[in-house]
Every structure is written in structure tokens, then in C-alpha cells.
């Protein structure tokens, strides 16, 4: 029986073990694990323990479903140990083509059978076709990608009021602006009543936070914080917080 | 042994004589096979490169009708549907041919299905959009930040006792860095592209033939659940494949007769089991059924059917009988209910009881009527479907009578127990599942079940069609005609596929339809500002945010038994609306104002039937925790409003 191929998972799933400690080079770590934990385990899985002869498509076929019930079978023995990381994933498919490798060397018969199917001729332009075809799937997938990224129905400006953890008497007021544009706002605190904090005209660009300390008395029960929009003298928001809940 | 078919047909149809009638009617549907023609050995490339470009630019077309939807365009729906037509027809066409090679089919059926899957990335092309995708995610993310099984999740209970999926998804995640959105497109183009050769592997293998295979693979592709549902980040999508490679690998253990090689169908049978509870209750009926049809084929061989016993055994045992011993209560949980109002729902229908439990075709729940184009090629198909299946079903179900006879004698072949392949006969009769499931998606409860139930049907659907169009349809009608009607069943699975098909702009409790960057925003607010595992109370679509972006564990009636709907849909704050909060111990509540704008899409706001009667709630029943002196409004961003209402349990 010809081994090669086993050997081969065999050093590819040690190259993924090396790439995983040494690099987070996502292509590069993507190229060696995807076919690795995708189809090469169910083939050499299949290859070693030999349960059918059957031509490559369908061997294929049955590769991928076989690598499946492995990586799930890992899944478990790794949660089991409390191993279920990327190493733990390495050595998990180290582990299986390794065992396919030790089974196969023992093995004396060949099961796989090649490809029937005729390939069709391929000239250059059928190459340039595809070529063309890829490039214009890529650009529908980008253009999707920019639609959607670019799609904000909902101009919005965040205003939130939190007890600060572990700090008595402290609060939080912030501001987040999912607005198109820079807005200037009133920002106005009151405890029972009083005013305990202003800030006029704060500046806000789009995605930009702004956040301030208020302290208040320990003995109020309620702050609240008012948000204005002095361009148009508009009350804009309300919210409020106990003033000893985070304490 | 196949007929020619006498060139005047026509001159059956039926003008005075009855019995001219009967032999029409004999005709038409009888099992008589006529005509198949040799297949050439070398594929065409340049029909093959040239259809990859077709189906290009159809993606490109899509694309730009998402985009125009997404700005309010109206031009949207041109570019879209024109990308679906020239997405659909001209690969159907090729595929339908009579005379390709296998190879050059093959390849057509995977280009088209994984043209499909990248119809449904389109729609979401960086994010899970899609409720159950949603919830399966946060199971996903469970395994991969805090790397462990079995955590609880709070949207879908069921779901980590079924983490497979999740396994191999965030199993590639780690090893190659990528994170799980980009991670399950890589897995989910492998799976697709191996569902749809195991399916016409399997199909070749009962028929012999490539071309019912591919026509076959060609119908499934209509199913509604295989292009959005079954294209899902959800368990049923990697157990369809599981499902279809066990049925596959069957075969090849009867052919072989080895004991050896059931090792093959027991490891993926494994798999399923941890994968998803229908799918494997599916494969278990199929196998049951198989067995009882080789139990009386005559002159079946035993140790084949010793080991078909074998294999039923091990799927009842590990798919079925495992997980009910494992988690009973929330498998039954949360499948009795549906089955079980799902029956009722049918059943009443059936009684002409309604009790407003009929859902109108064409109807959504929001009470929005699909145009008139949709519903005209949503009926063209049924009744496309139905032709197929009254001409194909008895050519199907005689189809490996070890006979060379034809017409009615045929069929008394298979009455005397006598068939060369029991999984043709036993499709054959699944067909009879898909009446089934059209008669349950027009039922309130039912529609679930008849939409699962289309993922295993249309197999059976798929290849009674297929025996029909080869056997009897391609010698009687031109080739238009047949590659326009597979063509209009194709795309009228797309629009069965979804409620909306273009991406648009938001709309109230429509899943994917509700999903924006400010409610993401929010979400994701909750865990940078109040920490993760809060407990919140939220409309359903919030809810998944909160559950996903925001890491929080959202409060529902079907997470923890707690319907927290009447907190925000009473009118006023009374010891039943602050219920749920001292019952949930929830901590949060996000009110969404425009809930208040429309109708949901899909018909909740938070729990199943909720959706008031003649108009949406008012804003003030959602911000009645204003004025309430234990309730504090902690976060506004003019639609979304969080309110922290611990102090009403504490």
C-alpha cells in the first residue's frame, strides 16, 4: 500500500501545529487547516481503516462527512481535558493522522480507486473566462460588503447615566454620536431637584464618546441628566440612575 | 427496457370516447418509461467557463439590488430579480439537457448550489443575520471565547446539547484565527458543495442514471428550506449533509455485505446524533422504512438486511434514544409543543375547524399580501410540482422493476413484492410527504414542521420529477418548455425562501429585516458599559442582539419559562406587569419605540401571539417605567431606551 499520502497529512498536521504557535498569519494558518480539518482527516481516516472501495468523487464525498465526525469526536475529548484552544486542536488532528499513519503502515492492500470521469479540454480563454467570472464574483461580494457598511437609516446620539462601579456618590454620564454630522450639546445633571453638573456646548464628532465623573450627594435617591441641542434649543434626551446603586 | 412513445399522443386526449379518456389518463400516468438517451464522455468547457460568467454577473445584479434596497431605491428589485432569473434559468436549461456528459452535470449542480448559498451571503455578506443564526452563534462564541460545551443559552435551551456544528465551526476558528462569521462560510461552501454530490451520488446509485440525478439534485434546489434555511448557521444545515452521506454510505454497505464497511455510516451516524434531534429522527424513518421495504422485497439477501438492522439499531440508540436520556425534558420541551400543536393545527384544518388557526397563502403575518408576480409563479410551480408528480410518481415507484414489460404490468411487479431497489420504491412514496407539508405550512402551528418536513421531501419530490421529465415529458414537449417549467419551480423556491428577498431598510420584528447598526450598537453598549450577564427583558429581535453582540442573558418564554411581554405591552404598572421581573430576577429592560410603528413582519413582538388587535402599541406603554420611582431610565438613543429595574426584586 502506498503511504505517501498519510505521511503527508501526517507532516502537513505537524506544520499546523508549528504555524499555530508561531504565527497569526490568518491566510497562512487558513490555507493548512481548513483542508486539513475539512477533508484530510476523513481520507486518511478512511484510507487506513478501509471500510469501502468506492471512486474518488464519492470517497471525497465521504472524506469530508468522516472529518466531520472526527473534528466533533475532538470537540468532546478536548472539552474534556479543558483543551479546546488552538493548540489543543493541533495536536487533536496530529493525534488523528498520526494514528492513520501507524494503522496504514500495517495495511498491504489499496482501497482508493482514481478518477473515472473524463476532465473537459481547458484552453486560455476558457482560463481568462473563469478568471473574469472570479474577479466579477469577488466585486458583487465587495460591493455588497460596502452597501452594507454604508448603511445607516438611523441617525442616533447615545446618552447614558450609570452609578460608577465602586465609587459611592459617583456617576457616569456619557455621549456617543451615531449622528452624520458634529453636534454641540447642553448637558445638564440634577439631584432632587438641583443642579449638580452643567457642561454647555460639548462637542461631538460621528462615533466619537465623550464621558464625565458627577458626584452627587449619597443621600439623594434619584439623578437625572438632560441633553439640549442649543442649536434649535431643543430638550433631546433624558435619563436617570440611583444614586447608590453602584455603591 | 424502454418504448417509443407513438408520435400522434395527442390523439389520446379525450373528444367523445371515454375509454379514449382512461387511456389518456393510462398514459399519462402509468409506469411505462419511454426513451434515454446516451450520454457523450467529454464534458464542454466552454459551456461550463461560460455559465460560471452567466452566474457571475447574476451575483453582481443581486448585489446591486441589495444595495439600491438598502438606500430605498426603487430600481432594486429589477437588478435583483433580473441576477435570480439569469442566476436560475440558464444553468437549469444546460443541466436539464438531455445529452451532457455526467461530469459536465456534476459540475453544473455544485456551481448552481453553491450560487445559491452565495445568493444568501449576499444578503448578509459580514454578519449573521438570520434569527436562528443568531442563536446559534452564541453558543458558537460560548465555545470559542470561554472554551467550553454544554454552556446554557438562553435563546435556543436545546442548542448546546447539539454543538456540533459549533464544534467544527470554531474548531477551524481557532486553528486558523479567523473569526466565526468568515470561519462558517468556509465550512458552509464545503458542505454545500457536499450535500449536492452525496445527493446525486445517491440518486445516480437507486437510479443509474446521471441525468435523474442531476434533474433530481435540480428540484431539491427549489426546496424553500435549502436556500436560506438550510444555508443557515444552524444545526439542521450540517445535519442535511450528515443525513444524505449516511443514506449514501447505506447503499454502499448493502452493495459490499461487509461488516467492515458499517463502520462508515456509525461514524457519521455519531455525528448526527450530536447534531440535530429532526434531522436524526428523519434519517431514523428512512432507515426504519427501508428495512421494513427489504423485509418484503422477496428474495432479499439477509446478512444485508442483518446489517441495515444493525444500523437502524445504532441510529435509534445514538440519534434518538441518547439525547432523550441526556436532556428529555428540553428536547421534549421544546419539540412537543410545536409537534403537538402542529398535529392539532392540521387536524382541525382538516376537519374544516379553523379556529383561526389557517394561515393565508401569500400572506405574511403582519397581514402584508405578496404581489400579484409572486403569487401567480408560487401557484405555476405547485402546479408544475403536482404535474410532475402525477406523471412521474408510478414510472418512479416501477422504476427498478426487474421487468422489461411496460404499462400497468409494471406496477404488478412491485404489488408482488418485487423490486431490484427498495430506496426507489420508498421515495417514490415519500412524495407523499410533500401534499403533507404544503396542507401544514397553511396551518398557524404546522408551518414549522411542513417547512422542516419540505428538507426530506423534496428528495422524494425532487426525484419522482426528475423520472417524470426523462420518461415521459422530454419525448412529448419541446426542451423550452420543460427548462422554463423547471425553471419556474426553481425560482419560485426563492421567493418561498424568505418573507423579504432584497435587502431594505428596517422593518418591525422581521428578523435579518430588523437587524441595523444602532440596535447592534446598543447591544454592544450594554456589554462595554454594564458588563456581560445581565439579565434583560427585550423584544425578540433585540433579545438575539442582546444575547450575541451584547453577551447578556435575555429573559424569554422559551429560555427560562417566562413571558415578559405583559411587562411592556400592559398599560400600567400593576403586581401583574412587575411579574415577570420579580419571577425572572431581570434587571433590565430595553423598550425599542419603533415597535411602535408597524406590525411585526413575522408576527410577535416578544412572545408568540402577542400582536394587539388593531393597532401597534403606543409609545406609553413602553415607556411606563418613566414615572416609576424603582424603575430608572439609565440609556436613550431616541428609538431604544434601557431601564434598570432591579430594585423592583431586590
Partial sequence: ????????????????????????????????????LLWLTGHVVLRSIGPIRTP??????????????????????????????????????????????????????????????????????????????????AGAYLLAVHDEANQREFKYTQFWM????????KLLVGIKSGEAETQHFDVEVTSDGSVVALWRSVEIAPDEIWTHEVKVDLGSHKAEARLYRPSDHTFYRKVSTFVSAGS | MRHQYPHNWLSFVPV??????????????????????????????????????????????????????????????????AGVVLMVLPLASRIAWPVIARSERLFLVVLLAESVYLYKLLDDPTHFGGFDELLHWMSANDILYRRKLFLDNSLLPISPFYPALEILTTALANLS?????????????????????????????????????????LVYMACPTFIIFDASFAYQSLAVVLGILIMLSEIQTSQTQSVRSIVLPMMLIGALAVTHHISALFCAIYMIGLFVFQTLRRNEPGRARALLAVLVVTLMLLAIALPLVMAKNKILGYLGPAIDAGISSFFMNLGGHSAGTTREAFVGANGEVQPVAYRIIGMLSLLLIAIGLATGFFRSLCLTAPTTASGWERLLWIVRRQWNDSRAVLLTLGAFGFPLSVALRLTESGWEIGNRLNTFVFISVGLVIAVGVIHFWQSRVRYAIINLALGTILLSGVILSSNTYIRGQYRVGGDPNSIEPMGVETARWTRTWLGAGNSFAADRVNRTLLATYGDQNVISSLGN????????????????????????????????????????????????????????????????????????????????????????HE
Fill in chain 1, 1 to 36: 500500500m502506498n503511504n505517501r499520502d498519510l505521511k503527508g497529512a501526517f507532516v502537513w498536521s505537524l506544520a499546523l501545529l508549528l504555524v499555530v504557535i508561531a504565527t497569526d498569519n490568518v491566510v497562512i494558518r487558513l490555507v493548512l487547516a481548513a483542508p486539513l
Fill in chain 1, 56 to 137: 474518488l468523487l464519492e470517497h471525497t464525498a465521504y472524506a469530508v462527512g468522516v472529518s466531520i465526525a472526527i473534528c466533533v469526536a475532538g470537540g468532546f475529548v478536548l472539552y474534556s481535558i479543558s483543551f479546546l484552544t488552538p493548540i489543543g486542536w493541533a495536536i487533536w488532528l496530529i493525534v488523528v493522522t498520526g494514528a492513520a499513519l501507524l494503522v496504514g503502515i500495517r495495511r498491504r492492500y489499496e482501497w482508493l480507486i482514481l478518477l473515472s470521469m473524463k476532465l473537459p479540454p481547458v484552453r486560455p480563454e476558457h482560463v481568462i473566462t473563469i478568471g473574469v467570472a472570479s474577479l466579477i464574483t
Fill in chain 1, 162 to 169: 450609570l452609578p460608577k462601579p465602586k465609587a459611592p456618590g
Fill in chain 2, 16 to 81: 367523445s370516447q371515454p375509454l379514449r379518456a382512461v387511456k389518456f389518463l393510462s398514459e399519462l400516468i402509468g409506469p411505462t418509461l419511454y426513451g434515454k438517451p446516451a450520454e457523450p464522455a467529454t464534458p464542454s468547457s466552454p459551456w461550463i467557463t461560460f455559465l460560471c460568467l452567466v452566474v457571475s454577473i447574476a451575483l453582481l445584479l443581486m448585489a446591486l439590488g441589495h444595495g439600491a434596497g438598502r438606500r430605498g431605491e426603487m430600481s432594486a428589485p429589477v437588478f435583483f430579480w
Fill in chain 2, 177 to 217: 484565527g479567523l473569526d466565526i462569521f468568515p470561519a462558517h462560510v468556509v465550512v458552509f461552501v464545503v458542505l454545500r458543495a457536499t450535500f449536492i454530490v452525496a445527493l446525486f451520488l445517491f440518486v445516480e446509485k437507486v437510479t443509474e442514471s446521471p441525468r435523474i440525478a442531476a434533474l433530481t439534485c
Fill in chain 2, 561 to 648: 419559562g417566562v413571558d415578559e411581554s405583559r411587562v411592556f405591552l400592559s398599560n400600567t404598572i400593576s403586581p401583574d406587569t412587575i411579574y415577570p421581573i420579580k419571577e425572572g430576577k431581570i434587571d433590565y429592560l430595553l423598550s425599542d419605540l419603533r415597535l411602535t410603528t408597524a406590525f411585526p413582519v413575522l408576527g410577535e413582538y416578544y412572545e408568540r401571539g402577542d400582536v394587539p388587535h388593531g393597532r401597534p402599541p403606543l409609545p406609553s406603554r413602553l415607556l411606563k417605567f418613566d414615572n416609576d420611582k424603582r424603575a430608572a431610565r439609565i440609556f436613550d438613543n431616541g428609538y431604544i431606551v434601557i431601564y434598570d429595574v432591579r430594585r423592583f
